[in-house]
C-alpha cells in the first residue's frame, strides 16, 4: 500500500500553499477591518483566482473545469483552508449541481463559472427550514408558460458575490416535489432584506432573501420536478468533504503557530512547552490533525477508486463531523497556548478560532451527521464505517 503522494499532487499542494501565502494571507487584515472584503480588493481577487487557475476545480475538464480527482480538490481545499475569515471562498467551486444541468443550462451557467466570469450560491434554508427542508415553504407554480417562485430564504452566503441563486423550491407547494431552480440575481421579485453580521468575519454576505412571485423561465428548472433532494445530496458531499479540507487546514497552521509560540515563550525560566500540560495539548493536537487528514485523504481515494454513491454519502457525513469537531478542540487548545495573544484578533488563531465553529452547523449540523451515520450503521453494519477498502472478513 503506497499512500505517498505523486510529484504531481504535491506540486498542486505546493502550489495551494503560495497561492495561501501571497493572494489570501494578505488579505486577512482587511477583512477583518472590514467586517467583509471592501468592494475594491474584489475584481483584484478575482483576477488573481483566474491568473492561478483556480476556477471551476471541482468541476471537469468537459464541462470547463479543472478535471482534478477528489483527493486533488482536497489537497487544495486544505491549503486554502489555512485563510481565515473565509477568504478561501474567494476561489469559488461552482454549485456541484450544475454538473446535471441540460446543455444550454451549462452553456449559461456553468461554462461561464468555470471560467470566473460568473458565480452562483445556494438558497435552501428558511425561517422554519433548517435541518428538516422538507419544512421549506418556498413555492413554484407553473403559470402562463413560467415558473413563479414565492418564499423566504436565510443564510444565503456569497448572495453580493453572486448573481444567479439556486433556489430550493417545492413545486406546487408539495414537499414531496422539492426542485432546484437556477434564478438570475437581476430578477425582478427578488427582495434583500438584510445581511446580518455573524460571529466569523467573513468575505461576503450570508443575506436574508424574500422572493416576491419571482419569474423564472420555464427551461431554468435544474433536474427533473423532485429531483431537489437528489441533487442536493451530491452537493452536500462535496460541501462537505470540502468543508473537512478547510478544517484541516485552519487546524494545522493553528498547531504550527501554537507550537512555535510554545518552544519560544519563556514563563518560569523555561520555555512553557516544557511545562507538561502544553506539551500534552500539542499532542492531542498532532494526533486529531493525523486523524481527520488521514480519513479525508483515505475516502477521497475512495471517490476516486469509484466506491458506490451510497458510501460517499456515508463516509462524507464521518469526515465532515470528525473534521469540524477535530479543528474546534485543536483551535481552542492552540489559543490557550498563546495565552492573551491568542484572544487578540490580530492573530491568525483568535480568527480561526471563530472561523471553524459554523463547520459544525452548516451543511447539516454535527447533530445530522451523527443521525447520517446512525442510520447508514442501522442498515448496512458497523463496517461501513470500521472496515477498510478490499478487506474480505
Ligand atoms: C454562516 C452560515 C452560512 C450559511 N450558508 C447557507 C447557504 O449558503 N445556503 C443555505 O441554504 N443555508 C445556509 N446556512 C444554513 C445552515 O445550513 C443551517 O443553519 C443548518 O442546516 C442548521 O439549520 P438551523 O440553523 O435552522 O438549525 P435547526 O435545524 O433548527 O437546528 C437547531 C438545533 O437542533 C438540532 N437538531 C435539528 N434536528 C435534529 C435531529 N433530527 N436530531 C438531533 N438534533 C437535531 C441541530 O443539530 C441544532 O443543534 C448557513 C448557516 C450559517 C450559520
Known amino acids: 500500500m503506497d499512500l505517498s503522494l505523486s510529484p ?21 487584515l482587511v477583512v477583518t477591518e472590514a467586517g467583509h472584503l471592501p468592494d475594491d480588493r474584489r475584481a483584484p481577487l478575482r483576477k488573481a483566482v483566474i491568473d492561478w487557475g483556480y476556477t471551476g476545480i ?27 475569515c473565509g477568504l478561501w471562498a474567494g476561489v469559488w ?12 443550462q ?29 419544512l421549506v415553504q418556498t413555492s413554484a407554480v407553473l403559470r402562463d408558460g413560467q415558473w413563479r417562485l414565492s418564499g423566504e430564504k436565510w443564510f444565503v452566503t456569497s448572495y453580493d458575490a453572486c448573481d444567479y ?9 408539495d414537499p414531496d416535489k422539492p426542485t432546484l431552480f437556477l434564478v438570475d440575481h437581476a430578477t425582478p421579485g427578488i427582495r434583500h432584506v438584510r445581511s446580518p453580521h455573524f460571529m ?47 478544517c484541516i487546514g485552519a487546524a494545522t497552521r493553528a498547531a504550527e503557530i501554537a507550537d512555535a509560540y510554545a518552544k519560544e515563550r519563556e514563563q518560569f525560566g523555561r520555555p512553557i512547552r516544557g511545562f507538561q500540560s502544553i506539551e500534552f495539548m500539542i499532542a492531542d493536537m498532532a494526533v486529531d490533525i493525523m486523524a481527520a487528514k488521514s480519513t479525508l485523504y483515505r475516502v477521497a481515494w475512495e471517490i476516486d477508486a469509484g466506491i458506490d454513491r451510497t458510501s460517499v454519502h456515508a463516509r462524507a457525513s464521518a469526515v465532515k463531523l470528525m473534521s469540524s469537531e477535530m479543528a474546534g478542540r485543536t483551535l481552542d487548545k492552540a489559543l490557550q497556548i498563546l ?16 472561523d471553524v465553529r459554523v ?16 442510520g447508514q450503521i442501522a442498515k448496512r453494519g458497523i463496517g461501513v464505517y470500521s472496515g477498510w477498502p478490499g478487506e474480505t472478513l
Not at 471541482?58 to 481565515?84: K, P, V
Not at 441563486?165 to 413545486?171: D, E, G, Q, R, S
Not at 419571482?214 to 458531499?237: A, C, H, N, Y
Open 8 to 28: 504531481s499532487e504535491a506540486a498542486l499542494q505546493a502550489k495551494a500553499r503560495r497561492f495561501f501565502d501571497e493572494v489570501l494571507q494578505p488579505l486577512e
Open 58 to 84: 471541482n468541476h471537469a475538464r468537459d464541462d470547463g473545469g479543472c478535471g482534478y480527482t477528489m483527493l486533488e480538490q482536497m489537497l487544495i481545499n486544505e491549503q486554502l483552508g489555512r485563510a481565515s
Open 93 to 104: 467551486q461552482p454549485p456541484i449541481a450544475l454538473r446535471f444541468g441540460t446543455p444550454k
Open 165 to 173: 441563486i439556486i433556489v430550493h423550491a417545492h413545486v406546487d407547494g
Open 359 to 374: 463547520d459544525r452547523i452548516w451543511e447539516g449540523t454535527s447533530e445530522i451527521q451523527r443521525a447520517i451515520i446512525g
Open 339 to 354: 495565552g492573551g495573544r491568542g484572544y487578540m484578533r490580530e492573530n491568525p488563531v483568535e480568527r480561526l478560532y471563530r
Open 106 to 134: 451549462k452553456e449559461l451557467y456553468l461554462g461561464p463559472s468555470c471560467r470566473g466570469e460568473r458565480r452562483g450560491c445556494f438558497a435552501i434554508t428558511e425561517p422554519g427550514a433548517g435541518s428538516d427542508p422538507r
Open 200 to 246: 466569523h468575519d467573513y468575505i461576503f454576505d450570508h443575506a436574508e432573501l424574500v422572493f416576491e412571485d419571482v419569474p423564472v423561465p420555464s427551461d431554468r428548472m435544474l433536474g427533473d420536478i423532485g429531483q431537489g433532494f437528489e441533487l442536493t445530496k451530491d452537493w452536500f458531499v462535496e460541501a462537505r468533504l470540502q468543508i473537512a479540507a478547510h
